[in-house]
């Protein structure tokens, strides 16, 4: 197989001897919607504290259904601006779309459960709460969004969704327990790095196309300081004081082909992952799932911020080999 060489600089390896060290973290409060972009978080078992409890559902066919920005008639989501007040009881939401921000007093708003809740893209199902009218009023004014849509989120008491295979990944789960996962599609945590992105804007800056931010993948934490596509040869490393398993790569979507700002659509970037990045499994890739090794979770709390390092426990040989044949690493 030809090497395929990143192209993120003039020189391959530019970033050699640079200690890796996390750059940016992200919540999504709200699955499919706007970012809040932090400076250090709370990891919990199922990802970091706050990030994916909420979703948008609506009723559709009497049952209710996640709303997802890959639907056309739900691309407004991707404009909702979430954020929570300093003493996290209220959640504040924003939208170019609506005329007044609104906030929730997310203690005082009275809950129904609503049974089998379609969660995420996987289709699983959970029993999650609906927070009351006032809020699906200002998302519909948000969003467009047709058949009522609601806000729903995650008791607090005995939410219990675990990880799966992704049958499309075919890559086994790290450990043999139940793991936690919030209302996210696959894994707790989604890295990407700065090099990355940056090789793949230069291919596209190459074949005359726009080029994309990283919003257009969703990261949890991002890096710097590692070639670019060398988070594929990741097994475990260590952020700040804690521990994560480099499950599997991410697989990525039409989400990735929505402009942020104007909500245009295009092929890109997945027309040009698909050029170097596509795997037998037809899976085009972007960032690595990650996994928290917690002891302790219950009585301990555990932060990491921008800033952290990021040590390199092991590798995985086989990825690693497949990144270096693929990227011309010597």
Not at 6 to 16: M, N, Q
Not at 128 to 135: A, E, I, K, N
């Amino acid at each position: 197989m030809e090497a395929l060489k990143t192209i993120a600089g003039s020189v391959f390896g530019e970033s050699k001897g640079a200690t890796p060290t996390v750059t940016d973290i992200f919540i999504y409060p709200i699955k499919s919607c706007g970012a809040c972009r932090v400076g250090s978080a709370a990891v919990t078992p199922r990802g970091f504290h706050r990030d994916r409890i909420f979703q948008v559902v609506n009723k559709v066919d009497g049952a209710w259904h996640y709303c997802t920005p890959r639907e056309k008639s739900s691309e407004k989501l991707f404009h909702i601006a979430p954020s929570f007040s300093d003493d996290g009881r209220r959640l504040v939401l924003s939208s170019l779309h609506a005329k007044k921000a609104f906030t929730l007093d997310l203690e005082g708003a009275p809950t129904t459960p609503l049974a089998a809740t379609t969660v995420g893209s996987g289709g699983s199902e959970a029993t999650l709460y609906d927070y009351g009218s006032d809020v699906a009023d200002w998302l519909q004014e948000a969003t467009d969004i047709r058949d009522s849509p609601r806000l729903v989120g995650i008791s607090r008491e005995n939410f219990t969704r675990i990880m799966q295979v992704n049958p499309d990944q075919g890559v086994e789960l790290p450990m043999s327990k139940p793991l936690p996962l919030s209302l996210a599609d696959e894994a707790p945590f989604l890295l990407a790095t700065h090099e990355s992105l940056s090789d793949l804007n230069k291919r596209l800056e190459l074949a005359g196309k726009e080029t994309v931010d990283m919003r257009r993948f969703r990261p949890n934490i991002v890096i710097g300081g590692m070639e670019p596509w060398e988070e594929d040869s990741l097994k475990r490393i260590k952020i700040g004081p804690i521990e994560f398993l480099v499950w599997q790569r991410c697989g990525r979507c039409t989400m990735t082909t929505i402009d942020r700002d104007t909500l245009k659509r295009s092929g890109e970037p997945l027309n040009t992952l698909s050029s170097f990045r596509e795997r037998s499994n037809g899976q085009r890739n972007f960032g690595m799932h990650l996994i928290p090794v917690l002891e302790n979770a219950e009585s301990e709390e555990f932060i990491i911020s921008v800033g952290d390092k990021i040590e390199i426990l092991e590798y995985d040989e086989e990825r690693r080999s497949e990144w270096m044949q693929l990227f011309g690493k010597k």
